[in-house]
């Protein structure tokens, strides 16, 4: 495979982002000219495999080391007043990095679109005030499909998951999801940390959701950001409800995500129903979430503001939450599809992405490597393998 070049000042840049010694790092098999990269007043020419290799070292995202231009040092707006109480907490460098990643694949898409001289999505923003839940559901019904009329209760939650996200794709929504930083399986995602996060742009606006997450969990993540889309503005879900001034918005959102799933009356009927079948209110809040696709603390919060139980349903709820999660941790499990590398890579990307990264590659506008990079592909064999999934080819 041909070699790369590799710029001293993107090298030095990745070697204080990880905070790494460099000796330490030239004594492993392969690395021993680390020092000299560094020292080099000119590009150096390193093969693939080694570069693969420092990237996996350093845990800094392949596509990095091979720019040009080293990359911005800036405070993240998703995470910059982030607090759990009143303590600030710091990103972890997984979430920064995965975040970096989804920005520069939005910053890209959004250059394509406006050279091709495509207009601003008329989604972005078109719901006015988060407080008029109503309009949202109408609004997140009709983008997504949801029909409340149609058959949505039992099923699978995958297909069911699956299907969203295409809808919301052809709608012109970037959908993304990881487990772990890019193909870095020993960097996971920590579902505790976030559960998603959407970054709006007027014209390629983006959703990533973590895909640790159960299906029922990133189902009701992917509506709640897609409503975010809709009002214009970004975020990172935690799950908790929102910190501080975020509250009202966020509160009003995952009602409105409710209502554009089941309305109000069936709410109230479905609950009755569970009550009288002799569930106790946790219990009923779990039974309803597994019908209709949705987490188990939102249905309880809707019985709760609907005087159906009390604050004890959700605490105990919130319990459940946070056992399920540490679980989870616990025992490291990863909920990709294996064995099918090219269906994983697929899973990972979004279809319309795909589709314009295709397209300027096609047109001779992105060089193959750049391409590969964008997509989260190493190869000409595995891009192949993406775009056959895709049914691009």
């Given at each position: 495979?041909?070699?790369?070049?590799?710029?001293?000042?993107?090298?030095?840049?990745?070697?204080?982002?990880?905070?790494?010694?460099?000796?330490?790092?030239?004594?492993?098999?392969?690395?021993?000219?680390?020092?000299?990269?560094?020292?080099?007043?000119?590009?150096?020419?390193?093969?693939?495999?080694?570069?693969?290799?420092?990237?996996?070292?350093?845990?800094?995202?392949?596509?990095?080391?091979?720019?040009?231009v080293v990359p911005r040092h800036?405070?993240?707006?998703?995470?910059?007043?982030?607090?759990?109480?009143?303590?600030?907490?710091?990103?972890?460098?997984?979430?920064?990095?995965?975040?970096?990643?989804?920005?520069?694949?939005?910053?890209?898409?959004?250059?394509?679109?406006?050279?091709?001289?495509?207009?601003?999505?008329?989604?972005?923003?078109?719901?006015?005030?988060?407080?008029?839940?109503?309009?949202?559901?109408?609004?997140?019904?009709?983008?997504?499909?949801?029909?409340?009329?149609?058959?949505?209760?039992?099923?699978?939650?995958?297909?069911?998951?699956?299907?969203?996200?295409?809808?919301?794709?052809?709608?012109?929504?970037?959908?993304?999801?990881?487990?772990?930083?890019?193909?870095?399986?020993?960097?996971?995602?920590?579902?505790?940390?976030?559960?998603?996060?959407?970054?709006?742009?007027?014209?390629?606006?983006?959703?990533?959701?973590?895909?640790?997450?159960?299906?029922?969990?990133?189902?009701?993540?992917?509506?709640?950001?897609?409503?975010?889309?809709?009002?214009?503005?970004?975020?990172?879900?935690?799950?908790?409800?929102?910190?501080?001034?975020?509250?009202?918005?966020?509160?009003?959102?995952?009602?409105?995500?409710?209502?554009?799933?089941?309305?109000?009356e069936r709410f109230r009927q479905?609950?009755?129903?569970?009550?009288?079948?002799?569930?106790?209110?946790?219990?009923?809040?779990?039974?309803?979430?597994?019908?209709?696709h949705l987490s188990a603390l939102?249905?309880?919060?809707?019985?709760?503001?609907?005087?159906?139980?009390?604050?004890?349903?959700?605490?105990?709820?919130?319990?459940?939450?946070?056992?399920?999660?540490?679980?989870?941790?616990?025992?490291?499990?990863?909920?990709?599809?294996?064995?099918?590398?090219?269906?994983?890579?697929?899973?990972?990307?979004?279809?319309?992405?795909?589709?314009?990264?295709?397209?300027?590659?096609?047109?001779?506008?992105?060089?193959?490597?750049?391409?590969?990079?964008?997509?989260?592909?190493?190869?000409?064999?595995?891009?192949?393998?993406?775009?056959?999934?895709?049914?691009?080819?």
């Amino acid at each position: 495979m041909a070699n790369l070049t590799l710029y001293p000042a993107t090298l030095q840049w990745a070697v204080e982002e990880s905070d790494a010694d460099p000796m330490a790092l030239s004594r492993r098999r392969g690395l021993g000219q680390l020092p000299d990269w560094l020292e080099s007043k000119e590009p150096v020419s390193v093969s693939f495999n080694k570069v693969e290799q420092l990237s996996r070292a350093l845990h800094v995202p392949f596509g990095a080391l091979v720019r040009s231009v080293v990359p911005r040092h800036r405070l993240e707006p998703l995470v910059r007043y982030r607090t759990v109480g009143n303590t600030s907490v710091q990103p972890s460098k997984n979430l920064q990095d995965t975040i970096d990643q989804m920005r520069f694949r939005q910053e890209w898409a959004r250059d394509e679109l406006l050279e091709s001289g495509l207009d601003a999505n008329p989604l972005v923003g078109s719901v006015g005030d988060a407080e008029q839940d109503d309009a949202l559901a109408d609004a997140l019904r009709s983008t997504l499909g949801l029909d409340v009329r149609s058959t949505w209760e039992g099923g699978n939650s995958s297909d069911r998951f699956r299907q969203i996200k295409e809808r919301a794709s052809n709608a012109g929504i970037m959908i993304m999801l990881n487990s772990q930083v890019g193909s870095m399986s020993s960097r996971k995602l920590d579902l505790q940390e976030f559960r998603g996060f959407v970054l709006i742009d007027d014209m390629a606006p983006l959703v990533f959701i973590n895909r640790n997450d159960s299906f029922d969990g990133m189902i009701f993540t992917l509506i709640h950001e897609v409503g975010h889309v809709l009002l214009g503005t970004q975020e990172l879900f935690d799950g908790i409800g929102g910190q501080g001034d975020r509250k009202v918005m966020e509160r009003a959102i995952n009602r409105a995500v409710v209502k554009a799933v089941i309305d109000d009356e069936r709410f109230r009927q479905v609950w009755r129903e569970q009550l009288e079948e002799g569930q106790k209110p946790a219990d009923a809040a779990e039974s309803i979430a597994d019908d209709f696709h949705l987490s188990a603390l939102a249905m309880g919060i809707q019985a709760h503001q609907f005087g159906l139980t009390g604050e004890d349903t959700l605490e105990e709820l919130q319990a459940r939450m946070n056992r399920h999660l540490q679980d989870k941790a616990t025992r490291h499990q990863d909920r990709e599809p294996h064995g099918n590398g090219n269906r994983t890579n697929a899973s990972r990307v979004d279809t319309g992405f795909v589709r314009l990264v295709n397209a300027a590659m096609d047109g001779g506008r992105l060089a193959p490597t750049e391409g590969f990079d964008l997509v989260g592909v190493r190869s000409p064999q595995s891009y192949q393998g993406l775009i056959r999934e895709k049914k691009l080819i």
